[in-house]
T-cell receptor, first 115, second 112 residues
Framework: EPEVTQTPSHQVTQMGQEVILRCVPI?????FYWYRQILGQKVEFLVS????????KSEIFDDQFSVERPDGSNFTLKIRSTKLEDSAMYFC?????????????FGPGTRLTVT | LAKTTQPISMDSYEGQEVNITCSHN???????ITWYQQFPSQGPRFIIQ???TKVTNEVASLFIPADRKSSTLSLPRVSLSDTAVYYC?????????????FGAGTRLFVKA
């Protein structure tokens, strides 16, 4: 069964550093999402991406965040200057069609620890 | 996006049927009801989706009354491995699908 993959599984970085979290969505999927989940809290929507541009973003997704699909397979989330409160699990998700947009396939996540 | 309300937690024993109800009083005509499951340190996993009446798959059943203001996820004969958080989402996939909002979910604890 095809699956969404994410790398790295765990990233430790110092405050103020830039990090790039990588995702490989399922190959025929067209809609991509990033979520974060702070330990013990709910899953929070960050951004959705379609046709090489952002479709929607939440208030969390401020200027320090950016997303990119640099080639035909990867989908990345960049945090320019990390803060302690960015420590969380970051999940990538994808779906094939907008009509299936509530049936998203999630990756295993990247645990980001900012020290 | 319709607001949803679920119990914060539920306990059950192995082999029992578990029913988790979600309230969504302001559901719109074009909204679908979707349930996800999340194990610790894993991403959410789609379980089931429905619009009205009853939907069943190999994992669960979803019961939706005629007024659609609530829905019930039914897990038959749960096992310890069904211990997870279950999320109810309501929205129009064709217009709201770009911004999927998860609530707090229901933490299900299955005991031996």
């Amino acid at each position: 069964e095809p699956e969404v993959t994410q790398t790295p599984s765990h990233q430790v970085t110092q405050m103020g550093q830039e990090v790039i979290l990588r995702c490989v969505p399922i190959s025929n999927h067209l809609y991509f999402y990033w979520y974060r989940q702070i330990l013990g809290q709910k899953v929070e929507f960050l951004v959705s991406f379609y046709n090489n541009e952002i479709s929607e973003k939440s208030e969390i997704f401020d200027d320090q965040f950016s997303v990119e699909r640099p080639d035909g397979s990867n989908f990345t989330l960049k945090i320019r200057s990390t803060k302690l409160e960015d420590s969380a699990m970051y999940f990538c998700a994808s779906t094939a069609r907008l009509a299936d947009s509530y049936e998203q396939y999630f990756g295993p996540g990247t645990r980001l620890t900012v020290t | 996006l319709a607001k949803t309300t679920q119990p914060i937690s539920m306990d059950s024993y192995e082999g029992q049927e578990v029913n988790i109800t979600c309230s969504h009083n302001n559901i719109a005509t074009n909204d679908y009801i979707t349930w996800y499951q999340q194990f610790p340190s894993q991403g959410p996993r789609f379980i089931i989706q429905g619009y009205k009446t009853k939907v069943t798959n190999e994992v669960a059943s979803l019961f939706i009354p005629a007024d659609r203001k609530s829905s019930t996820l039914s897990l038959p004969r749960v096992s310890l491995s069904d211990t997870a958080v279950y999320y109810c989402l309501v929205g129009d996939q064709n217009t709201g699908g770009f911004k999927t909002i998860f609530g707090a979910g229901t933490r299900l604890f299955v005991k031996a």
